[in-house]
């Protein structure tokens, strides 16, 4: 059996979740765990973190209806879902279906929502773009529209969020626009007596330092996992990465001076040393782009990687270590004194954690602990 595995601490997860929750003063903390857990295994992640009772997520939030479904079918009944996506009208029998609710994102859904006949309360969440450009009803028309939407009296708002496009870099001139922005609705609102339920904006960037965004509860994404979303953010609430990832040693060879490793040719040996390869390559989430850029961890001691990084398989020169088949390799993680982390290989591929995470693919068996 392949020993390629990504180890996924759930101790760690709930230790990252309940410092978030500490350090926003116990306001609910929405636990975003779109695309798998980001990597981590969405039905592991909820399940463990249900175990935490009174103090577990008040929702989950999903990028796809169908995520949302697949948590229900694991027995995760009693905590609401948020789709972020837009809502597609045909979908909404499987919203009431399974008690999930839906993001409201324009005026085309408002209008398809205005049309049907609901026999019950149909719960949903109303995403403002105050600046995000992505998807939302756009800020100057969020009152208009939702006055709109409430036309229909079935519909019942839940919950106003919007998503922050700079809240994890160091200038946050545009992020304090963005929440004006949507702080003016909100009073708009207010002033008409609107009822729209828990008002969320704090991703993870303004979880750590946009208190003032924080309002009825916040959503963990990235923080939850053991990063911080960016190297311009403050590192104000401790995080312990989530996600080992562990191979071991497939072959050694004693390859003399000189010697071209792997595609292309791109490594020679400096000079008489012990190559070994790893049973992991890009079809399990090693970016080609790593390619004699990055190390591993064997016996408490890093070994450069060497050769092009091919789709099953990567080489490391370990000198004449004392290293034999079988051997742990870690290639993100700790041993005693030595660690490697995701933001190691960001500042290499000029990336961010989340598509490193993400990207550890299907074919890594994940085991938790």
Request: without cysteine; positive net charge; hydrophobic residues 40%.
């Given at each position: 059996m392949r020993l390629t595995r990504a180890e996924?601490?759930?101790?760690?997860?709930?230790?990252?979740?309940?410092?978030?929750?500490?350090?926003?003063?116990?306001?609910?903390v929405l636990a975003v765990v779109k695309a798998d857990a980001y990597g981590h295994g969405l039905i592991e992640v909820v399940a463990a973190l249900e175990k935490l009772e009174n103090k577990k997520p008040p929702y989950y939030g999903v990028a796809l209806l169908e995520e949302a479904i697949e948590l229900r079918k694991a027995k995760i009944t009693s905590s609401p879902?948020?789709?972020?996506?837009?809502?597609?009208?045909?979908?909404?029998?499987?919203?009431?279906?399974?008690?999930?609710?839906?993001?409201?994102?324009?005026?085309?859904?408002?209008?398809?929502?205005?049309?049907?006949?609901?026999?019950?309360?149909?719960?949903?969440?109303?995403?403002?773009?105050?600046?995000?450009?992505?998807v939302g009803i756009p800020?100057?028309?969020?009152?208009?529209?939702?006055?709109?939407?409430?036309?229909?009296?079935?519909?019942?708002?839940?919950?106003?969020?919007t998503h922050f496009a700079t809240s994890d870099e160091k200038n946050k001139s545009f992020a304090i626009i963005q929440l004006n922005r949507f702080n003016e609705i909100i009073d708009v609102l207010r002033e008409k007596k609107?009822?729209?339920?828990?008002?969320?904006?704090?991703?993870?960037?303004?979880?750590?330092d946009l208190p003032e965004s924080h309002f009825d509860m916040?959503?963990?994404?990235?923080?939850?996992?053991?990063?911080?979303?960016?190297?311009?953010?403050?590192?104000?609430?401790?995080?312990?990465p989530v996600m080992s990832l562990i191979s071991?040693?497939?072959?050694?060879?004693?390859?003399?001076?000189?010697?071209?490793?792997?595609?292309?040719?791109?490594?020679?040996t400096k000079s008489d040393t012990k190559i070994i390869s790893v049973p992991i390559g890009y079809a399990d989430g090693i970016n080609r782009g790593l390619t004699n850029k990055m190390f591993c961890i064997i016996k408490n001691k890093k070994h450069p990687q060497v050769g092009t990084i091919t789709m099953d398989r990567i080489m490391f020169d370990i000198g004449n270590a004392p290293v034999k088949i079988g051997d742990k390799v870690i290639l993100l993680g700790n041993s005693k004194s030595e660690n490697?982390?995701?933001v190691d290989w960001c500042g290499i591929l000029k990336t961010i954690p989340y598509e490193i995470t993400c990207g550890i693919s299907k074919r890594v068996l994940r085991k938790y602990n």
């Open positions: 996924i601490s759930l101790s760690n997860l709930k230790f990252n979740y309940l410092s978030i929750r500490k350090a926003v003063k116990n306001k609910p879902i948020l789709v972020f996506a837009p809502l597609k009208i045909d979908e909404v029998d499987f919203y009431q279906k399974h008690k999930i609710i839906p993001t409201i994102t324009s005026l085309y859904e408002i209008t398809k929502l205005n049309n049907v006949n609901f026999k019950k309360k149909f719960n949903v969440h109303i995403n403002i773009d105050t600046g995000m450009g992505r800020s100057k028309n969020a009152v208009k529209l939702i006055l709109e939407l409430l036309k229909n009296r079935m519909i019942q708002i839940d919950g106003i969020y609107i009822s729209f339920g828990n008002i969320h904006a704090a991703n993870s960037g303004a979880i750590l916040v959503r963990a994404g990235i923080s939850m996992y053991g990063y911080y979303p960016s190297n311009e953010t403050s590192e104000s609430i401790k995080l312990k071991e040693v497939a072959t050694i060879s004693e390859v003399p001076k000189n010697t071209s490793v792997s595609y292309g040719r791109e490594y020679k490697i982390n995701a």
